[in-house]
């Protein structure tokens, strides 16, 4: 291969820098009205009254819908087909079918105008009164009513997760550590608010969406509005950021085309910054136990985690904190347990890094802190803890861990330390470092993905499937892919992307996105490619009649054969020979099937140097590096851009996000950017990026695993053991706040 594994620029880049590239918001439709949400002020009750007249009677108002008004819908699909490609709701409950409020934010009105701010102000008009009830919206609030959960993630996960003997196991240990930690809620932020368009022609309906799965919104909202498939398209060419939030299909979605279809003309929905942290899911508040269990020489014994979170009154959504902790190290007995509090928020969803950031910052926090106890070296712990065997004694698909360690510490410097705490000042500022094992599973529960590759008369090439680009370069990659697997220049690729009608694609969830589009690329590029070398074979006119298939190479459209020097075909003058204006192939990957006997994580290794104002509390990170063994790395420039931004949000998850409910009105507290804090470019430190090189064939056709996630995974733990190390103190609750890292103020002096 010549292209893949080059760090090729990104094919879309021109398109971003000039304005030419078109966002969903963003498409013209002539005739556009415009659809603003009214939503519930109370986390629980009833809608008693709503008064609109005003509304109506504001200038520009086309319709104002209620739940009397508002059609029913056809059915409330379960949550599960959403992770297996078919419909995605995001919740299996739907808005304004009634007068029950569940949380806060939730729709009850709709306010359709000519111009956004008609829209606005007519939103502004309505009247909404209720009939309020008591709420439960926080863990502490809710404690008493948890409940251990069956299964989680969508259905797709067991709640509990056991092998060995736990008890055991920690009463055998000679060092034990228990210990509790409560994370804040995450919301995702993307720079693009969510967005819909929608278009009725006839029975049939377009959506231009802002979403991370076509598919998934196409059969979704078939659904619901009871419409076959193949009535409803959708077309997403750029997503503006998504981090799970729009991985799922929320209501909006379909209210857009409920209220399209009332008024009969195209309608546009754009999601306010507020209404972006009540309508598109989140991180959920979380409380993690943990228990491990440890002999003198390093050796686990036991591990415990638990989980504590908040879901919504209708579905049994939970991160799932166990999967990385309870395969990541060699131990006999290990005990992972989720439970639930049902509470008046809406569905939680994933968030980038979903359930592993949080797991595995609780296990690494712990691993340190072991280590010291034990006076280990922290990277020495953890290699001496190293699992060869998955839990259930299959070799990994492709390991790695240990030499991400090792890779890391050395370009880290990690030999330099002094690990004592609190010994090593610049100045004013406590220097810490930190280092954190990372994991994220490599999942295999996608339907078939498919691809279409098209040659030609000139010998330009385009390959087709309806993933969507949303920020990851994906349209690089596959265009790099695609010209490979058919043997043609990259300059005469072109990759079709983002609409339903094209060659099925899942929604790229779960670090996924590079292993399906891959793997579906470069079977149907290489399927054509073995079309048109046996239609040369067979061609009488060819300078390659007669060879044997096996026996050709294709390179920047030129075929030719080891058995015949000297002489070419092009795919150019093969396809003007016999006529044709064109070739084509579908090409069809089929992911491993769930039981597959292989161990499935992407390994990494994280390390953080930080300096502590003592007096302020202040945290700057200095340094954050990081080594991975990603499988293969199609482009390294664009696997090490994504690596980055995944150091820096896991930076953000540290020391800044967090969002806490109010708990007198059910309402989140921070609902803006001037609130909610995430890093800026002066937060952002020097990043380094490694990789570890390691084969896999089982995961995808190119053994690539995907690095959307795993640059998040260790950080927050590598940061939080670099504060210890600085300042001697253990810190459990993330973001890590000034109050909770300055020194506590001397007391007082007796009289």
């Not at 709503?50 to 109506?56: S, Y």
């Not at 690329?521 to 044997?548: F, I, K, N």
């Not at 990494?604 to 990081?626: K, M, Y």
Request: proline residues 7%.
């Amino acid at each position: 291969m010549t292209a893949v594994g080059t760090p090729v620029t990104r094919v879309d880049g021109p398109a971003k820098v000039t304005g030419a590239a078109r966002y969903s918001a963003e498409i013209p439709q002539p005739g556009m009205a415009y659809l603003v949400l009214v939503g519930a002020t109370i986390a629980s009750g009833r809608v008693s009254a709503i008064d609109v007249e005003a509304a109506r009677a504001a200038r520009g108002v086309l319709a104002v819908l209620t739940h009397d008004e508002l059609p029913k819908v056809a059915v409330q699909p379960p949550l599960l087909p959403s992770l297996l490609g078919g419909a995605a709701p995001g919740e299996t409950f739907f808005p304004m079918q009634d007068d029950v409020v569940h949380y806060a934010g939730q729709p009850v009105v709709l306010v359709v105008a000519e111009e956004y701010e008609q829209a606005q102000y007519a939103a502004s008009l309505v009247r909404v009164s209720y009939e309020p009830t008591p709420a439960v919206t926080t863990i502490d609030q809710g404690r008493e009513q948890a409940y251990d959960a069956e299964r989680l993630f969508g259905g797709l996960m067991p709640g509990r997760n056991e092998r060995g003997d736990v008890e055991a196991g920690l009463a055998r240990a000679d060092v034990r550590i228990h210990a509790t930690f409560r994370m804040a809620a995450n919301h995702h932020n993307a720079l693009e608010a969510p967005s819909t368009v929608a278009v009725w022609d006839g029975g049939k309906l377009t959506l231009h969406d802002s979403t991370m799965g076509i598919r998934a919104t196409q059969q979704t909202v078939a659904a619901y509005l009871g419409l076959p498939i193949s009535h409803v398209r959708v077309l997403t060419h750029f997503v503006g950021g998504g981090f799970g939030s729009k991985a799922m299909v929320w209501p909006h979605v379909t209210l857009t085309a409920m209220a399209a279809r009332h008024v009969d003309r195209p309608v546009k929905l754009m999601l306010t910054r507020p209404q972006m942290f009540t309508s598109t899911g989140h991180r959920e508040e979380q409380e993690q136990r943990m228990a491990i269990g440890v002999t003198h020489e390093g050796r686990l014994t036991a591990i415990r985690h638990e989980k504590l979170s908040i879901t919504s009154p209708f579905d049994d959504w939970a991160e799932p904190a166990t999967g990385v902790s309870s395969q990541l190290y060699a131990c006999d007995n290990y005990l992972g347990e989720h439970r639930l509090i049902k509470g008046n928020t809406m569905t939680p969803t994933f968030t980038r890094g979903p359930g592993e950031t949080l797991g595995v910052y609780t296990l690494e926090t712990v691993m340190d802190e072991l280590a010291c106890l034990l006076r280990i070296d922290p990277v020495e712990l953890r290699l001496r803890n190293c699992a060869p065997l998955d839990p259930y004694g299959h070799p990994w698909s492709s390991d790695g861990l240990a030499e991400c360690l090792r890779l890391g510490a050395e370009r880290f410097g990690w030999a330099d330390r002094n690990p004592t705490p609190r010994t090593t000042r610049d100045g004013d500022w406590l220097i810490g470092t930190g280092m954190a094992a990372a994991a994220y599973p490599v999942a295999f529960f996608m339907p078939p993905q498919r691809a279409r590759a098209r040659i030609l008369a000139d010998g330009s090439a385009m390959v087709s499937t309806s993933t969507q680009e949303f920020g990851t370069g994906v349209l690089t990659m596959a265009t790099q892919v695609g010209a490979d697997a058919l043997g043609v220049a990259l300059r005469d690729m072109e990759f079709e992307a983002g609409d339903t009608d094209l060659p099925n694609s899942s929604a790229a969830v779960g670090s996924m996105g590079s292993a399906m589009v891959s793997s579906a690329v470069h079977v149907a590029g290489t399927a054509l490619r073995e079309q048109l070398v046996a239609l040369a074979v067979g061609d009488e006119g060819s300078p390659l009649h007669g060879v044997s298939t096996a026996s050709v190479t294709v390179a920047d459209g030129r075929l030719s054969s080891s058995e015949r020097s000297g002489v070419a075909d092009t795919y150019r003058d093969l396809l003007a020979r016999n006529h044709m204006s064109d070739a084509e192939a579908t090409g069809t990957w089929r992911p491993p099937p769930l039981d597959t006997p292989h161990g499935l994580l992407c390994f990494g290794a994280q390390f953080a140097e930080v300096a502590v104002d003592p007096e302020l509390g202040l945290i700057r990170v200095r340094r954050l590096n990081g080594a991975f063994a990603p499988g293969r790395v199609l482009n390294p420039l664009l696997a090490r851009s994504q690596l980055m931004g995944g150091m820096l949000w896991g930076m953000s998850q540290a020391l800044l996000e967090g969002n806490h409910m109010d708990p007198r009105h059910g309402r989140w507290a921070e609902t803006n950017l001037a609130e909610y804090l995430v890093p800026v470019n002066a937060d952002a430190p020097d990043v380094t990026v490694d990789f570890v090189e390691v084969d896999d064939d089982v995961i995808g056709a190119l053994g690539a695993k995907g690095v959307g996630e795993i640059g998040q995974v260790g950080v927050a733990a590598a940061i939080a053991n670099a504060v210890f190390h600085a300042t001697g103190r253990r810190i459990r609750r993330l973001p890590m706040a000034p109050e909770l890292v300055m020194d506590p103020a001397p007391s007082a002096a007796p009289e």
